[in-house]
């Protein structure tokens, strides 16, 4: 009964704070919504207002009885809700500074009855003395602080930041107010909080098992499309040593049958001569004389011809042992070139790897229309298209493992230290090769008589002296004594070797022109590309431009395309390559992303195909037809020089600013071989400090393993591919 009276007078204690505080609380209220009233109604209704406030009549405070019990959320009415919140929506507009239209912080009240932020009005009267509402004359001594104001803020900014407060944090809230809870209440509270505990552990765990359980069915579905993939290849992969182990019988047996046919056209030539000479017996002096030459040994009788006959087949037999060692040394070289390059398919397997597969799986379905479109492919009864290509690639890949140097030209001048050579190019026929760089001098050599002499110091056959260091030299494919040259000045200029004379020379471009290229198809067209962002067609019947291309970046290089004068690839400092249709210049017809740095060449090597290489240290591959990134080179250093590009059918080769220089295969990503440029000249310059020596130009011959290749040195070899 103790404890029952304590309660309950605990309870009164409680419900008569909570009482008060309302009453506090409602009283503000009403105070501050006079307040407000005194800017938003006429004076009468203020008047009214006051009156109703100071008498306590005012139906907007309602009476608050410390006994009265909170009514539930049910009993409040619709109307008085909305009326609320309409309420509060009026006393957050009246609340904003009519200057900066934000709450108002630090308020001020102004001697007309407006109230601004202290910063906005102070900012304001610097520039204006008048209200801002009114235009009522104003100044800084018309300024008084509303504490009033400033309290109502206070609290309502309280008030919102207790609206936006999750109930967790009202709570504790109130909880750190001293709000009492009793024991009941507290229990009441632990089961609600455990059973809610539960119900979120219910739900996570069944999250965790969705999440785990959808996971599982889609590394299933991957592994199933792998194993797939997997069997797909298998398959091929079964084919393919089916249809190859075939024709690898069909090669042993018709290598048989050569065997076979040689040994009995042997036997005929060995065995004609004895047989013809013992059936003439009447001349025997023809027949002794025959005997003595062949068996050494005087023909009389009959044991004589026996030892004769015996004589001839150990000679025979010893010819046979003869040519079967020489077959053996044969079979031991070609078995030593077999493990050569069983070793070279190990070093690159991954990569050949997915060569395979790339075509095997492009390739599986199109082998009728491959046989129809593609006739200088072999194809053999069971050879599935994509096998006959990749058979390709793989002997080509294997084919050549090294660099050999068959031939050095040495540019070094007394009368100039600058010796790179910027760019090398074979004229059309691949009987002489041009030089051109910083020495300001086209050097044309004979390569007949750099491979046959063995002087360290060629003299070029031509030499044309130029006004400015040159970057690029194209030689035309039709008029094979026609050659242009790019200098650094800006200067396009078309030369005759023949007369060592000048016959064209285009200066539209502002600063320096870095490429040059004549037409395979239009030997009168010439297209060319300068740091002045320009790119411009040229003619050699018109001293002017034909066409002109102005683009946002550098132009660091340009190249026709082989199979037609009206397509043009360009490499710029923009890091991308645009290919263009001269026929329509307005925007490119593709342009080609991936480079991170400029793109310093750009070369084809069929109508299709067209090589890349950028200051990034990568080479890439792209088709032009299709728009589409093929394949990208890795393995050299480019990373601030033009160290010079060079494609042929099957070979891409760039130089490296390690003064080495790197062949690629097109379908592999990784160089097949590399040369160091080594002497003990460059030795003794690395020990006096010059040692950033690096590969400026590259230049094949036209259907050859023969490379030329030049570094900054002035220094340039001639090498060949070997196995």
């Given at each position: 009964m103790?404890?029952?009276?304590?309660?309950?007078?605990?309870?009164?204690?409680?419900?008569?704070?909570?009482?008060?505080?309302?009453?506090?609380?409602?009283?503000?209220?009403?105070?501050?919504?006079?307040?407000?009233?005194?800017?938003t109604?006429?004076?009468?209704?203020?008047?009214?207002?006051?009156e109703?406030?100071?008498?306590?009549?005012d139906?907007?405070?309602?009476?608050?009885?410390?006994?009265?019990?909170?009514s539930?959320l049910?009993?409040?009415?619709?109307?008085?809700?909305?009326?609320?919140?309409?309420?509060?929506?009026e006393?957050?507009k009246?609340l904003?500074c009519?200057?900066?239209?934000?709450?108002?912080?630090?308020?001020?009240l102004?001697?007309?009855g407006h109230?601004?932020?202290?910063?906005?009005?102070?900012?304001?009267?610097?520039?204006?003395?008048?209200?801002?509402?009114?235009?009522?004359?104003?100044?800084?001594?018309?300024?008084?602080p509303?504490?009033l104001?400033?309290?109502?803020?206070?609290?309502?900014?309280a008030?919102?930041?207790?609206?936006?407060a999750?109930?967790?944090?009202?709570?504790?809230?109130?909880?750190?107010q001293?709000y009492?809870?009793?024991?009941?209440?507290?229990?009441?509270?632990?089961?609600?909080?455990?059973?809610?505990?539960?119900?979120?552990?219910?739900e996570?765990?069944?999250?965790?098992?969705?999440?785990?359980?959808d996971?599982?069915?889609?590394?299933?579905?991957?592994?199933?499309?792998?194993?797939?993939?997997?069997?797909?290849d298998?398959?091929?992969?079964k084919?393919?040593?089916?249809?190859?182990e075939?024709?690898?019988?069909?090669?042993?047996?018709?290598?048989?049958?050569?065997?076979?046919k040689?040994?009995?056209?042997?036997d005929?030539s060995?065995?004609?001569?004895?047989?013809?000479?013992?059936?003439?017996?009447?001349?025997?002096?023809?027949?002794?004389?025959?005997?003595?030459?062949?068996?050494?040994?005087?023909?009389?009788?009959?044991?004589?011809?026996?030892?004769?006959?015996?004589?001839?087949?150990?000679?025979?037999?010893?010819q046979?042992?003869?040519?079967?060692?020489?077959?053996?040394?044969?079979g031991?070289n070609?078995?030593?070139?077999?493990?050569?390059?069983?070793?070279?398919?190990h070093?690159?397997?991954?990569?050949?790897?997915?060569?395979?597969?790339?075509?095997?799986?492009?390739?599986?379905?199109?082998l009728?229309?491959?046989?129809?479109?593609?006739?200088?492919?072999?194809?053999?009864?069971?050879?599935?298209?994509?096998?006959?290509?990749?058979?390709?690639?793989?002997?080509t890949?294997?084919?050549?493992?090294?660099?050999?140097?068959?031939?050095?030209?040495?540019?070094?001048?007394?009368?100039?230290s600058?010796?790179?050579?910027?760019?090398?190019?074979?004229?059309?026929?691949?009987?002489?090769?041009?030089t051109?760089?910083?020495?300001?001098?086209?050097?044309?050599?004979?390569?007949?008589?750099?491979?046959?002499e063995?002087?360290d110091?060629?003299?070029?056959?031509?030499?044309?002296?130029?006004r400015s260091?040159?970057?690029c030299?194209?030689?035309?494919?039709?008029?094979?004594?026609?050659?242009?040259?790019s200098?650094?000045?800006?200067?396009v200029?078309?030369?005759?070797?023949?007369?060592?004379?000048?016959?064209?020379e285009?200066?539209e471009?502002?600063?320096?022109?870095?490429?040059?290229?004549?037409?395979?198809?239009?030997?009168?067209?010439?297209v060319?590309?300068?740091?002045?962002?320009?790119v411009?067609?040229?003619?050699?019947?018109?001293?002017?431009s034909?066409?002109?291309?102005?683009?946002?970046?550098?132009?660091?290089?340009v190249?026709?395309?082989p199979g037609?004068?009206?397509?043009?690839?360009?490499?710029?400092?923009?890091?991308?390559?645009?290919?263009?249709?001269?026929?329509?210049?307005?925007?490119p017809?593709?342009?080609?992303?991936?480079?991170?740095?400029?793109?310093?060449?750009?070369k084809?090597?069929?109508?299709?195909?067209?090589a890349?290489?950028?200051?990034?240290?990568?080479?890439?591959?792209?088709?032009?037809?299709?728009?589409?990134?093929?394949?990208?080179?890795?393995g050299?250093?480019n990373?601030?020089?033009?160290?010079?590009?060079?494609?042929?059918?099957?070979?891409?080769?760039?130089g490296?600013?390690?003064?080495?220089?790197?062949?690629?295969?097109?379908?592999?990503?990784?160089?097949?071989?590399?040369?160091?440029?080594?002497s003990?000249?460059?030795?003794?310059?690395?020990?006096d400090?010059?040692?950033?020596?690096?590969?400026?130009?590259?230049?094949?011959?036209?259907?050859?393993?023969?490379?030329?290749?030049?570094n900054?040195?002035?220094?340039?070899?001639?090498?060949?591919?070997?196995?």
């Amino acid at each position: 009964m103790a404890w029952s009276v304590f309660t309950l007078r605990k309870e009164n204690r409680s419900f008569g704070s909570l009482s008060l505080f309302l009453s506090k609380f409602y009283f503000i209220l009403s105070r501050n919504f006079v307040y407000l009233s005194l800017h938003t109604s006429n004076p009468k209704t203020v008047t009214k207002n006051m009156e109703e406030f100071s008498t306590g009549t005012d139906p907007r405070v309602p009476a608050v009885k410390p006994d009265s019990k909170p009514s539930s959320l049910e009993e409040v009415p619709l109307e008085a809700a909305s009326a609320a919140v309409s309420e509060d929506a009026e006393v957050d507009k009246d609340l904003l500074c009519p200057i900066c239209m934000q709450i108002i912080k630090d308020a001020f009240l102004t001697s007309c009855g407006h109230s601004f932020c202290y910063m906005c009005i102070i900012t304001h009267l610097r520039n204006k003395s008048d209200c801002p509402c009114c235009s009522q004359f104003l100044t800084n001594n018309q300024l008084f602080p509303n504490i009033l104001l400033d309290k109502l803020l206070k609290k309502t900014s309280a008030r919102q930041i207790s609206k936006t407060a999750s109930p967790v944090e009202q709570f504790r809230q109130a909880l750190q107010q001293g709000y009492e809870v009793t024991i009941k209440e507290l229990d009441n509270l632990l089961s609600l909080l455990a059973e809610k505990k539960r119900k979120m552990e219910q739900e996570e765990a069944e999250r965790n098992m969705q999440i785990l359980l959808d996971f599982l069915q889609c590394l299933r579905k991957q592994k199933v499309d792998e194993l797939n993939e997997i069997q797909t290849d298998l398959q091929f992969i079964k084919e393919d040593i089916n249809s190859v182990e075939r024709h690898r019988v069909d090669l042993y047996r018709a290598r048989d049958r050569y065997s076979v046919k040689l040994r009995m056209l042997g036997d005929d030539s060995s065995t004609r001569k004895p047989w013809s000479s013992s059936m003439d017996k009447n001349n025997s002096g023809i027949v002794s004389s025959s005997l003595n030459i062949r068996g050494g040994m005087p023909a009389g009788n009959l044991q004589n011809k026996k030892i004769d006959g015996k004589t001839q087949l150990s000679g025979h037999v010893s010819q046979r042992k003869d040519a079967l060692s020489g077959a053996d040394s044969q079979g031991f070289n070609q078995s030593g070139l077999s493990v050569a390059r069983k070793k070279r398919i190990h070093a690159q397997f991954n990569d050949l790897q997915e060569c395979y597969l790339q075509k095997r799986r492009q390739l599986a379905n199109q082998l009728h229309i491959k046989q129809e479109s593609d006739k200088n492919v072999i194809h053999r009864e069971g050879y599935n298209a994509g096998l006959a290509d990749f058979q390709s690639v793989l002997s080509t890949f294997t084919q050549y493992s090294r660099l050999r140097v068959i031939a050095e030209v040495r540019l070094g001048d007394l009368f100039h230290s600058a010796n790179i050579v910027s760019s090398i190019e074979f004229d059309r026929d691949d009987e002489l090769f041009a030089t051109a760089g910083v020495s300001r001098r086209i050097k044309v050599f004979d390569l007949s008589m750099v491979l046959n002499e063995l002087a360290d110091v060629h003299c070029p056959v031509v030499e044309m002296s130029t006004r400015s260091k040159l970057s690029c030299l194209s030689w035309n494919k039709h008029w094979k004594n026609h050659i242009a040259s790019s200098d650094y000045e800006g200067i396009v200029t078309v030369w005759d070797v023949t007369t060592r004379q000048s016959l064209m020379e285009y200066e539209e471009h502002e600063k320096r022109a870095w490429s040059v290229d004549f037409s395979q198809t239009d030997p009168s067209m010439l297209v060319s590309g300068s740091d002045d962002c320009k790119v411009k067609v040229w003619c050699t019947k018109q001293e002017a431009s034909v066409i002109n291309i102005d683009m946002k970046a550098n132009i660091c290089c340009v190249k026709y395309n082989p199979g037609s004068s009206n397509f043009i690839a360009v490499g710029s400092a923009d890091h991308h390559i645009h290919y263009y249709d001269l026929r329509n210049i307005s925007s490119p017809l593709h342009v080609f992303s991936g480079h991170k740095k400029a793109v310093s060449y750009v070369k084809f090597l069929s109508e299709n195909e067209l090589a890349s290489a950028s200051t990034d240290s990568t080479l890439r591959l792209w088709d032009v037809k299709e728009n589409l990134p093929l394949r990208t080179f890795k393995g050299h250093t480019n990373e601030k020089n033009f160290v010079g590009l060079t494609v042929n059918s099957e070979y891409i080769a760039c130089g490296s600013e390690t003064n080495e220089v790197y062949v690629y295969h097109k379908e592999i990503s990784k160089p097949v071989t590399w040369h160091r440029f080594g002497s003990q000249e460059m030795e003794d310059a690395d020990e006096d400090g010059g040692g950033s020596h690096f590969i400026s130009a590259v230049c094949w011959k036209s259907d050859s393993p023969t490379m030329l290749t030049a570094n900054s040195q002035g220094t340039i070899k001639v090498l060949v591919l070997a196995a």
